[in-house]
């Protein structure tokens, strides 16, 4: 009677409190070695902290843990999440567990934080002992922040997790739910990109990085990574960033587990062993990784086949020959299909499968279709557009050193970009010996750029072929009138105002022994003498035009002599083959603005005495320099 009074005394546990603490208890180990891992770590650091071995600011040797923290969490969280989840995956667990008295959401709640909770102790734990060896100093603060980024982190893989775990009926499927998760986007990304630059080899800067945010594994060590090697550390506005971004995935995190909540409540238990819960789940997870090896079977297939049947790299070879964008299309869907093919054989034990398997097939060509003539026509129409000029701000050419203002001007630009792009393929004539790349940049009005890069094919001395199309644009364009009233205008812009402009010199160092390798120097050239170097530069151009701004290259060709034997000569021309007399290894960079960055274009001065007799000499007789000869 008493024994019955006790009990009636005392409230009976929970059910749910204790499936939370038996799956905790079964699971504590996966808690104590990560503890073990990060006291490791964390103990070493504090000890040499509190030394007298001068560190680094403890904050920025704790950040040098970030990536570490990121793949651990990432890791550990999905193991004890499985873990906690273990017996959903087994028929005669599933029934047992059945027989608990509690509701789906709060089994699901209970086994969830299961996973969560022990990885968040050892967090906090080993963050204590830090603190503890320093005294709970202000060095033992530093701890704080690693400690509340790293429960962010658990927070969120354990909720894409628990998400991942209730879609599939066996953890090697659940798995790769996880992996599509957190990779599915950024791998997607990497070969679109492939393919694109496949198909349109021309276009530069072609990327959507904003498609990283959906894979948090991605975009999480993006951040981490760009936080933690910044120098000097920390810079404030990355490490808002990062804050940013691990807030956001961790209410991702708890998103998913509600999410999970939902799915757990109508899963088919029954389903238990199966590849997946339902049909629905089964055919999205297949196209994703059929559509995502689809894509990335046409790109390994188009590059070997244009590398190995040109002989020159796949890069190249499609600049020069181009790919079908036909072929570019219909080749993701068939490997696409191919792959889901297969995947549903292995899946459904036999080939008899696919007999009910045919819409999904056919939803999976569809989605791969769609993909891929949206990546091919997205290329070809970028591949094909040349800006409106007035729609540019500045533009510029590789083959002439300096920026293009105003519509007259980029209109020429554009032009010569008509050109090029336009230029013939080189269908079935050799892959060149020598090839050159002419890139034209454009920085539109609404603080956009595009850039676009051309190969161009060079006959066996390395100059560009006379009676090509491309040449006589290039020698068009050199020879316009319009060109040297833009270099006059870009030396009057820099050398008239003294006060909002900068002029460097760069040369290489003068050794009379032609053996050695001189240094380079680069030195500003004074205010004062912008007169004089602008009177040195106009005569030059009255002179020469605007062959100073040409770049020069090493030119060679090959001649029989008279004995017969085959030798080869050099000179110092532009790709034209235009030979100049003397080039030396210096340059004259003008800037109209006084403190130039990374946005900056400036106009460069080849210095020879073929193109800048007169400011080789104003430059001797100033500064008292000899210059290297190329």
């Not at 550990?76 to 906690?84: D, K, L, R």
């Not at 709970?136 to 690693?146: E, H, N, R, S, T």
């Not at 995190?253 to 409540?265: I, K, Y």
Request: hydrophobic share 50%.
């Amino acid at each position: 009677m008493a024994s019955c009074e006790m009990y009636e005394g005392h409230r009976a546990p929970s059910p749910v409190v204790g499936l939370f603490l038996d799956t905790c208890q079964r699971y504590a180990y996966l808690g104590v070695g990560y503890l073990i891992v990060w006291l490791f770590w964390l103990v070493g650091l504090a000890l040499r902290i509190a030394g007298h071995t001068p560190l680094a600011d403890p904050t920025q040797e704790l950040a040098q843990s970030g990536v570490g923290v990121l793949v651990l969490s990432a890791a550990v969280s999905f193991a004890a999440e499985n873990g906690a989840f273990s017996w959903i995956f087994d028929r005669r667990a599933v029934q047992l567990y059945g027989m608990l008295p509690v509701r789906r959401e709060a089994a699901f709640l209970a086994a969830a934080l299961a996973g969560v909770i022990p990885l968040l102790v050892a967090v906090g734990i080993s963050g204590f002992v830090f603190a503890a060896i320093l005294g709970f100093g202000q060095d033992a603060a530093a701890i704080l922040p690693w400690m509340a980024r790293h429960a962010l982190l658990i927070v969120a893989f354990g909720g894409i997790s628990a998400l991942c775990l209730q879609l599939a009926g066996r953890p090697a499927f659940a798995l790769l739910c996880y992996l599509l998760a957190n990779f599915c986007a950024y791998a997607a990304r990497q070969f679109a990109e492939t393919l694109y630059s496949i198909v349109a080899p021309s276009v530069s800067w072609a990327s959507i990085e904003e498609i990283d945010w959906a894979s948090p594994f991605v975009r999480l060590m993006q951040a981490v990574a760009m936080w933690a090697s910044t120098y000097p550390f920390p810079v404030p506005k990355l490490e808002v960033a990062l804050t940013q971004v691990l807030v956001i995935y961790a209410v991702v995190g708890l998103a998913c587990t509600a999410l999970g909540v939902l799915a757990f409540s109508r899963r088919n238990l029954e389903r238990a062993g199966d590849a997946y819960v339902s049909p629905v789940v089964r055919t999205v997870v297949n196209a994703l990784v059929s559509v995502l090896i689809g894509f990335a079977a046409t790109d390994l297939v188009l590059a070997m086949s244009l590398s190995n049947g040109y002989g020159i790299p796949a890069h190249v070879a499609s600049m020069l020959y181009g790919v079908s964008p036909q072929l570019a299309c219909l080749l993701p869907v068939a490997f696409s299909v191919l792959v889901f093919a297969i995947a549903e054989v292995i899946i459904g034990r036999g080939i008899k499968a696919l007999h009910r398997r045919l819409p999904a097939i056919a939803a999976t060509a569809g989605v791969a279709l769609v993909a891929s003539v949206a990546c091919v026509g997205s290329a070809v129409d970028a591949a094909t557009y040349v800006p409106n000029p007035t729609d540019v701000q500045r533009a510029t050419i590789s083959y002439v050193a300096m920026p293009f203002e105003g519509e007259e001007n980029v209109g020429r630009v554009c032009q010569l970009h008509r050109v090029l792009m336009s230029s013939a393929p080189a269908g079935d004539k050799p892959a060149p010996t020598s090839t050159s790349t002419e890139t034209i940049t454009y920085w539109i009005k609404d603080g956009t750029s595009l850039s676009r890069q051309y190969v161009i094919p060079l006959n066996d001395d390395g100059e560009l072929v006379v009676s090509s199309e491309v040449t006589q644009a290039l020698e068009d364009f050199v020879d316009d009138p319009a060109t040297e009233r833009t270099l006059r205008a870009q030396v009057d812009a820099a050398l008239l105002d003294a006060s909002s402009s900068y002029v460097m010199l760069d040369y290489q160092e003068y050794s009379k022994d032609p053996q050695d390798d001189a240094p380079w120097h680069s030195e500003a050239i004074s205010s004062g003498d912008y007169g004089a170097l602008r009177e040195a530069l106009n005569q030059d151009i009255d002179e020469r035009g605007a062959a100073c701004v040409v770049p020069l290259y090493q030119l060679t060709t090959g001649f029989y002599g008279s004995a017969g034997a085959f030798r080869y000569q050099t000179a110092t021309g532009d790709l034209l083959g235009t030979s100049v007399e003397t080039p030396y290894l210096a340059n004259v960079s003008l800037y109209p603005t006084a403190t130039p960055d990374e946005d900056s274009v400036g106009t460069t001065i080849y210095l020879s005495e073929g193109a800048t007799p007169h400011t080789v000499a104003w430059l001797r007789s100033r500064y008292d320099l000899e210059f290297v000869e190329r």
